[in-house]
């Protein structure tokens, strides 16, 4: 029977450029044997990041803790230098970060441009869950984090000091490399089939002060949907911007796509839309509500970590180019 619920299925569908049938029509089917509880992180520093999640999945606890916990290991980590402490900074010197966090109820927080707090995810999980709002910025993101108790530092560190000093003497040319964009982006399903998601970055090497990328925006740099799975994304967030990635991504999966073909097709996106950015990476991640993982990017060299049953693994994607 054509009933409305089919006409707007049909009509969501169409919009996607999804081919329809009813089989595409439904939810990703429950597995017999599920494969969850699962943590899935971009880029090789996320086998550190899963392991602390894992910490808490493994025991049966929250995922929301867990995405938590596991990228604030990468923001604390000064080695590297495209998340948190040891950021490169923007074109002014300072260090900016940003980042979001999303639950299985559709809730979401998100910083852009705070300074001087080295766990910013810590600070979207507060916004929250403390207030009525999804995204505070630069000053009023910093009062609301130190109202909270979170301590004022110097995210530089020397090495990321020398590296600004080095970019000013060869001319400053802002931004100076767009390939400096290794953010976290991390997913997980817990125990109990919730899903939660968080992102977190210091952005572009030397920025122009304000820019703000797709990390901490709720449907580009991550989106989670706990009938359907979730999705994160890293590269060079103008990109992912402008096709709203993650959200695209999920919606994919809502229709019956696998979380690879999922990101793949993202990434075809852009590629059609700016096939000039061929300098550019991007790449995106994405679970179900099974628990399957998947990714994809524009490049060759991204590559992912996906911890199950406590063993912790680095996957190198597919890619376009």
């Not at 029977?1 to 439904?26: H, N, P």
């Not at 705070?114 to 009062?143: F, N, W």
């Not at 979170?150 to 490399?177: H, Q, V």
């Not at 999922?262 to 950015?277: G, S, T």
Request: net charge neutral.
């Amino acid at each position: 029977m054509y009933t409305r619920r089919t006409f707007l299925q049909t009509s969501i569908a169409a919009s996607l450029g999804v081919a329809v049938s009813e089989k595409v029509l439904a939810y990703p089917a429950p597995l017999k044997q599920p494969k969850y509880p699962v943590v899935v992180s971009t880029w090789s520093h996320g086998l550190k990041a899963n392991k602390a999640a894992w910490e808490i999945l493994g025991s049966s606890g929250y995922a929301l803790d867990a995405v938590e916990s596991g990228v604030r290991i990468t923001e604390a980590d000064p080695a590297i230098n495209s998340v948190g402490y040891g950021g490169l900074p923007d074109g002014s010197g300072e260090v900016t970060l940003d980042a979001c966090i999303m639950d299985e109820k559709g809730n979401a927080g998100s910083v852009v441009c705070l300074r001087y707090i080295m766990h910013p995810v810590s600070v979207a999980r507060k916004i929250m869950e403390k207030t009525p709002h999804v995204i505070l910025a630069d000053r009023g993101a910093l009062q609301f984090a130190i109202s909270q108790g979170f301590k004022e530092e110097d995210l530089l560190t020397p090495e990321s000091r020398k590296a600004y000093e080095t970019w000013k003497i060869s001319g400053g040319n802002s931004p100076a490399d767009r390939l400096n964009h290794d953010t976290i982006g991390m997913l997980a399903m817990d125990t109990a089939g919730n899903l939660a998601g968080a992102c977190t970055t210091s952005g572009l090497a030397f920025k122009l002060p304000g820019r703000v990328g797709d990390s901490p925006i709720i449907g580009a740099g991550l989106y989670v949907d706990n009938e359907v799975g979730a999705a994160t994304a890293t590269g060079l967030g103008e990109l992912i911007l402008k096709i709203s990635g993650s959200f695209l991504i999920v919606e994919l999966m809502r229709n019956g796509w696998s979380p690879g073909n999922a990101c793949r097709e993202a990434v075809l996106r852009i590629n059609k839309k700016f096939p000039f950015e061929k300098s550019a990476q991007v790449g995106f991640i994405a679970v179900t509500r099974n628990g399957e993982t998947g990714g994809y990017s524009l490049k060759k060299g991204f590559d992912y970590a996906v911890c199950r049953d406590g063993i912790n693994e680095l996957v190198n994607a597919d890619y376009l180019i």
